[in-house]
């Protein structure tokens, strides 16, 4: 089925430094959601986007819903060993109930 | 709040079997539902969705079907499994533009 292009594939990063990460699509979405997975686990929603331009805080976690509506960005502060997850964005276009999910960021980091 | 349970967690089934998960979602009415599949290591496929009792869109045509028998019931069935439907099935509803998973289904097929 189709997916999101997302990059970084997978990152290994030090305790305390931050992270970013994206998706880009050649849709257009009207909303973009950010999950976390740990293993065996269901994805937890992160952060959710609505509007084009529009930058949302988590927490350590801040995401950007790209001016063109086809891209979303991630980025995590200071980051902690319980960072350590998968990170997958999804988009919906407009007029579906449908999700698109990004192929997932794979992200380790290092005490 | 809302919550959404799915079992069995786990399940070792044989090739040729049926299969029948299930997913029921509280605290909300007329939720968008949906089941996904996620392959060791991959992203989510979606399965199938649903946006109202009875009322089932397919997106891979496979031996796997879904029923929403109740508002908040939704299940995933196969008459035969094959090697191919071993992986982590999802679960997921629906409110307001955001969308909650449950806690999965490991399925391996033998």
């Known amino acids: 089925g189709q997916q999101l292009n997302q990059s970084p594939q997978s990152m290994f990063i030090q305790e305390g430094e931050d992270v970013s990460m994206n998706c880009t699509s050649s849709s257009i979405f009207n909303t973009w959601l950010w999950y976390k997975q740990d293993p065996g686990e269901g994805p937890v929603l992160l952060i959710a986007l609505y509007k084009a331009g529009e930058l949302t805080s988590n927490g350590r976690l801040t995401a950007q819903f790209g001016i063109t509506r086809k891209d979303s960005f991630l980025n995590i502060s200071a980051s902690i060993p319980s960072d350590v997850g998968i990170y997958f964005c999804?988009?919906?276009?407009?007029?579906?109930?449908?999700?698109?999910f990004g192929t997932g960021t794979r992200l380790k980091v290092l005490a | 709040s809302q919550t959404i349970h799915q079992w069995p967690a786990t399940l070792v089934q044989p090739v040729g079997s049926p299969l029948s998960l299930e997913c029921t979602v509280e605290g909300t009415s007329n939720p968008n539902l949906y089941w996904y599949r996620q392959a060791a290591g991959r992203g989510l496929q979606l399965l199938f969705y649903?946006?109202?009792?009875?009322?089932i869109s397919s997106e891979v045509p496979q031996n796997l079907s879904a029923s929403r028998p109740q508002d908040r019931q939704f299940i995933l069935s196969s008459k035969k499994l094959l090697l191919s439907d071993s992986g982590f099935y999802l679960c997921a509803w629906e409110g307001s533009l955001e969308q909650y998973f449950g806690p999965g289904t490991r399925l391996t097929v033998l």
């Open positions: 999804a988009g919906q276009e407009s007029g579906t109930y449908k999700y698109i």
């Open positions: 649903s946006v109202g009792i009875g009322q």
